[in-house]
């Protein structure tokens, strides 16, 4: 194939806009492995990139996507061999690297890890950098002691993807599922994927007192700003939050007092630059661990030329789950 298919960002002084464009391959960016690209998906993030609501992208014209799944075409590392199914998620691709929203990208060779055994295109794009997230955070509770025996966990923006699969991995691990949604229309889903309880996080709308009722011993935090403050405020003694989003806002408006009075611990999620042996352990535990048809359940696919109209509804938060795209 010479020449390819792709989303391309432009901003200039006719302003910042999205569409379909052809590339050829001399366009793609330096990188050690050529990569066929078969599915991607739709993260809140790539919503951003495309409507141009946050600053994400940092070169232009751009590729967006930070997810993506293929076929190594062709290689100069001793790492992968042309036939291999490789995934990427995160490392600035998208941002200020050619993305994954194209029929083929290039890229180094460290970015990448292996396709899980049992684990299709398709399903490790529903997946996406949001489960992936997910089972970052779940597992950074668990190095960090929190277990389903101290009390509850919540997970905020409960419908969306990070939200969703979080649900359904501490579902499975155990834990009494709390899920704070602005969407209560979402309930049915939101029980059908793990939750036990559902709370409006309208609650969360004024700014919490330093120390607040205990009500939930973990959290996996996708909103950051005033809801992250009210979860940390309510934490139970030794505590942790695991914070991997600002779907909310950047801000944090809260005090020492959860930290100092509780021992509350404020775990950050990195899910862009997280090295390669947590990378690889993440994606074989949601191989192993996250149930397909949960999987399935919270999973809606778009065409590769819907992309563009699909990032208007995610920021405007009308979607739910995890979105595929197929690329090729």
């Not at 020449?3 to 793609?28: C, N, P, Q, T």
């Not at 180094?108 to 970052?136: F, H, R």
């Not at 007192?209 to 309510?234: C, F, N, Q, T, Y």
Request: glycine share 10%; hydrophobic share 45%; with cysteine.
């Amino acid at each position: 194939m010479t020449g390819f298919k792709a989303v391309r960002i432009d901003k200039d002084d006719a302003g910042y806009r999205a569409s379909m464009a052809r590339f050829e391959d001399a366009d793609l960016m330096e990188g050690d492995v050529t990569i066929r690209v078969s599915h991607s998906t739709l993260n809140y993030k790539d919503g951003l990139a495309i409507t141009g609501k946050s600053p994400v992208v940092r070169k232009f014209p751009m590729i967006p996507g930070i997810d993506f799944c293929g076929t190594v075409e062709h290689s100069s590392s001793a790492e992968f061999k042309a036939g291999d199914s490789v995934i990427l998620n995160g490392w600035g691709v998208g941002e200020g690297h050619f993305g994954g929203y194209a029929q083929r990208a290039r890229v180094k060779s460290d970015w990448l890890v292996p396709l899980p055994q049992g684990l299709s295109a398709p399903e490790a794009m529903a997946i996406g950098t949001a489960g992936y997230t997910s089972m970052l955070s779940l597992m950074a509770l668990e190095r960090h002691g929190v277990t389903p025996a101290m009390g509850p966990v919540i997970v905020t923006g409960a419908a969306g993807g990070v939200g969703s699969i979080a649900i359904a991995l501490l579902k499975r691990a155990g834990w009494h599922v709390i899920a704070s949604t602005r969407r209560m229309s979402e309930a049915d889903y939101l029980k059908n994927i793990g939750a036990d309880e559902i709370i409006d996080a309208q609650e969360f709308s004024s700014p919490p007192r330093p120390l607040m009722k205990e009500r939930w011993a973990a959290g996996v935090d996708a909103a950051g700003s005033l809801i992250l403050s009210h979860l940390l405020a309510a934490t139970k003694a030794n505590g942790a939050i695991a914070a991997c989003g600002l779907a909310q806002g950047m801000d944090l408006p809260t005090s020492v007092a959860p930290f100092i009075l509780r021992g509350v611990a404020l775990l950050g999620i990195d899910s862009v630059q997280c090295i390669k042996p947590r990378r690889i352990e993440a994606w074989q535990r949601l191989a192993k661990e996250l149930d397909r048809k949960k999987l399935a359940a919270i999973t809606t696919c778009v065409s590769f030329d819907g992309i563009i109209d699909a990032a208007q509804e995610i920021v405007a938060g009308r979607t739910r789950g995890r979105i595929v795209v197929k690329i090729d």
